[in-house]
């Protein structure tokens, strides 16, 4: 049974997901948006931004902490600059706002080349890759960034957590080219605090020292870390603090201030940025050998994978296998530990969750 998966029809999987949101006091378009992102999520094995998950955030900071208000209105900030827009999200269910924004940044980018939304007041938006894979999969360049619910991460030289894990997420339209969009999306912390606690649930090791422990000492014991280091030393540092730059630009709390809702009147909320770009904007026309963009975003590909570096992988490429991985097997793929956690969801909401007898079975 360790060596099996069991296969979940995405439509059942959107259903749990939905009632459990709706029990919530949200909406009808907020409950799908979180259908819509933990499908994704999971679908592309990004089981460290699952439903699971995002009902954990709205249980320790969300709908019941006052940090995320279920049903409200986006307020649009009145700006001189077409192609850019900020948003006043007003605590609004994160996935929710992702999506429109999204959307927005499109329209903008068919009409100007570019577009970018700036989003105060937000709450949690869960996996920043699939929003950017969405807009590279309909042909756009897209990025976002965002600041995150807790100062988890300790500075580079330092030993206290003074920053979120604050990822970026850019995705391209390279289909055509390499076969799936190259996705390159990450937290600047050594690992998302998710995996760590996803590892802490299954008794494992992580493979690396990736945090500090209460005295600040690295560790790979997911048991003993309290606090997580940034990839790539200074690095990743400074990437963590242009997401932190771009909020104090907008209008962000501070770190760690952030997801401690205590009704004293202090800002503790997150910023989203989102941003696409339309491929033709930046076309130039001067291509060797008079090749198209596919053909020679193909031919730079090939060229930085070839020299013996044939078993090097892209971007995206797990997560697209991931994804292919689940249309072989015609559904999401959970392990029977997910398996009971959806289960204890369903039942929350009135249902009887899933029989596991029932569910097919897939190997790992």
């Known amino acids: 049974m360790s060596n099996s998966l069991y296969i979940v029809p995405e439509e059942v999987h959107a259903r749990v997901v939905r009632a459990a949101f709706l029990q919530r006091g949200f909406s009808d378009a907020e409950a799908d948006s979180m259908g819509r992102i933990c499908g994704a999520a999971s679908r592309h094995g990004i089981q ?16 019941k902490q006052g940090g995320c208000v279920p049903g409200v209105s986006i307020e649009v900030i009145d700006s001189r600059f077409r192609a850019s827009s900020v948003w006043n999200a007003n605590l609004k269910c994160g996935p929710a706002v992702a999506f429109q924004a999204m959307d927005e940044c499109i329209r903008m980018a068919d009409e100007f080349g570019t577009g970018m939304v700036a989003v105060d007041n937000a709450f949690h938006y869960l996996w920043g890759g699939g929003y950017v894979l969405e807009a590279a999969q309909r042909g756009y360049i897209a990025y976002t960034g965002c600041t995150a619910m807790l100062a988890e991460v300790v500075p580079f030289g330092g030993k206290s957590p003074t920053l979120g894990t604050n990822p970026h997420s850019w995705a391209f339209p390279t289909t055509e080219a390499v076969g799936f969009p190259i996705l390159v999306d990450w937290a600047t912390s050594v690992v998302a605090m998710g995996k760590v606690q996803q590892v802490r649930r299954g008794g494992g090791k992580m493979p690396m020292e990736c945090g500090v422990d209460a005295d600040g000492r690295p560790t790979n014991d997911p048991a003993e870390i309290v606090a997580l280091l940034p990839f790539g030393e200074h690095k990743g540092y400074g990437l963590s603090l242009i997401d932190e730059l771009m909020a104090g630009h907008i209008g962000g ?32 026309r001067d291509f060797d050998s008079g090749r198209s963009v596919a053909e020679n975003t193909k031919a730079i590909v090939a060229d930085i994978l070839g020299h013996g570096n044939d078993n090097c992988l892209l971007p995206g490429q797990i997560e697209a296998r991931a994804a292919a991985g689940c249309e072989r097997a015609g559904g999401l793929l959970f392990s029977e530990t997910e398996i009971d956690s959806f289960n204890e969801i369903a039942r929350e909401c009135g249902g009887e969750g899933w029989n596991k007898r029932e569910l097919k079975l897939c190997e790992k």
């Open 253 to 284: 709390s501070l770190p760690t201030l952030r997801g401690r809702y205590q009704g004293d009147g202090r800002k503790r909320s997150t910023c989203f940025f989102f941003q696409v770009i339309h491929p033709e904007a930046i076309a130039g």
């Open 48 to 63: 460290s931004h699952n439903a699971i998950k995002a009902l954990h955030l709205d249980d320790l900071f969300g709908s």
